[in-house]
C-alpha cells in the first residue's frame, strides 16, 4: 500500500506570513497532484506535477516535485484569508493501466487576518 | 456544466436502515470515482467505473457496501445495513481520462450520519 504522509497536520499562521507543506512518502509515484479543499465542499485541483525535480507556480502558490518523486511541497508566500483551506497531496499509481490516486490526509490551513 | 451533482447532501439515519447516495458525474466524463473522507483515514477511494463497469473496487470496505453505474450520467453508492462506524463524507469525482495528468472533478459531498 502506497501512504503518503503530510506535514504539518495544522497550520495557523497571520496575513502576510509564508509558508510550507510536506508531502512525504516512500513509494515513488508517476504524479502528484495538490488540491484545495474548502468547508462543506470537495477538494478542487490546483496543480499537478509529473517530472522529478519539477516546479510550478501558481501566483503565489509554489509546488515542487521531489528528485526521486517520492516528495513533494507546497510554498505559499504572503497568505491571504483566502487560503484558508485543506491542502490535500495525492500521488498517482505506478503506471500501466491504474492510475487511482492515493491521498494524504492534509493539511489544515488557517491564516488569520 | 453543473459540475458532479451529489444527493442527498446530508443524511441522517439509524443504524441498520438502508442508506443510498447517488451521484451524476459530468457529461462526457468515461471515469467515476467514489470516495469517503474521514478524520482518521482521510479521504479513500473506495471504487472506480470505466464507461459505466466497475474497475477496481478494492477500497469497498465490506459486503454492507455496493455501487452501481447503470448508465453514464447516474451512479448509487449503497450500505446496507448500515453502522455507525460509516459515518463520514462521501465524495463522487468524474474525469475525462486516466492518467498521470489527469483531473477529477468532485462533487460537493454527502455528510452521513448513522446513530
Known amino acids: 500500500t502506497q501512504l503518503l504522509e503530510q506535514s504539518p497536520q495544522f497550520l495557523s499562521i497571520q496575513e502576510g506570513e509564508n509558508l510550507t507543506v510536506y508531502c512525504n512518502s516512500s513509494s515513488v509515484f508517476s504524479s502528484l497532484q495538490w488540491y484545495r479543499q474548502e468547508p462543506g465542499e470537495g477538494p478542487v485541483l490546483l496543480v499537478t506535477v509529473v517530472t522529478g525535480g519539477e516546479v510550478k507556480k501558481l501566483k503565489r502558490l509554489t509546488f515542487q516535485f521531489g528528485d526521486a518523486r517520492k516528495d513533494s511541497s507546497l510554498h505559499i508566500t504572503a497568505a491571504q484569508p483566502g487560503d484558508t483551506g485543506l491542502y490535500l497531496c495525492?500521488?498517482?499509481?505506478?503506471?500501466?493501466?491504474?492510475?487511482?490516486?492515493?491521498f494524504g490526509k492534509g493539511t489544515l490551513l488557517t491564516v488569520n487576518p | 456544466d453543473a459540475g458532479v451533482i451529489q444527493s442527498p447532501r446530508h443524511e441522517v439515519t439509524e443504524m441498520g436502515q438502508e442508506v443510498t447516495l447517488r451521484c451524476k458525474p459530468i457529461s462526457g466524463h468515461d471515469y467515476l470515482f467514489w470516495y469517503r473522507q474521514t478524520m482518521m483515514r482521510g479521504l479513500e477511494l473506495l471504487i472506480y467505473f470505466n464507461n459505466n463497469v466497475p474497475i477496481d473496487d478494492s477500497g469497498m470496505p465490506e459486503d454492507r457496501f455496493s455501487a452501481k453505474m447503470p448508465n453514464a450520467s447516474f451512479s448509487t453508492l449503497k450500505i446496507q445495513p448500515s453502522e455507525p462506524r460509516d459515518s463520514a463524507v462521501y465524495f463522487c469525482?468524474?474525469?475525462?481520462?486516466?492518467?498521470?495528468?489527469?483531473?477529477?472533478?468532485f462533487g460537493p459531498g454527502t455528510r452521513l450520519t448513522v446513530t
Open positions: 469525482a468524474s474525469s475525462p481520462l486516466m492518467g498521470p495528468a489527469a483531473k477529477q472533478y
Open positions: 495525492a500521488g498517482g499509481g505506478s503506471g500501466g493501466s491504474n492510475y487511482k490516486l492515493t
